[in-house]
């Protein structure tokens, strides 16, 4: 579970510091600040693991194999040419053009404000 705690630093040199230490760091802000409490606190600093590198070679055989499926298909232009709308495409909603429009439950009365 995370808590929440709002700091309000009044030492706005010491903010422009953190700020510009957590961009240096590529780190938010909140990650530098919980490290010093810790430190402050004498408990060991949390250890992040690596960052996992990204596979090339798998992204490739994996867009290699899409477009030999592709292929297989055939036929491109049952493809939908506008896949913005994707509930429409995904679940048969009706397209967003058609969901924007409002329907009234009641027919429209003069409003008489005497």
Excluded: C
């Amino acid at each position: 579970m995370s808590a929440r705690l709002t700091v309000v630093l009044d030492d706005e040199d010491l903010y422009r510091r953190l700020k510009v230490k957590a961009a240096v760091d590529g780190v938010p802000m909140k990650d530098l600040v919980e490290a010093g409490l810790r430190h402050l606190l004498g408990e060991p600093a949390k250890v992040k693991p690596e960052p996992k590198q990204f596979d090339w070679e798998r992204y490739e055989a994996l867009i290699e194999q899409f477009r030999k499926e592709d292929q297989e298909l055939g036929d491109e232009a049952s493809y939908p040419a506008d896949l913005s709308d994707v509930k429409h495409h995904l679940y048969g909603y009706p397209k967003a053009a058609e969901r924007r429009t409002l329907h009234v439950a009641e027919d429209r009365e003069e409003y008489d404000s005497h």
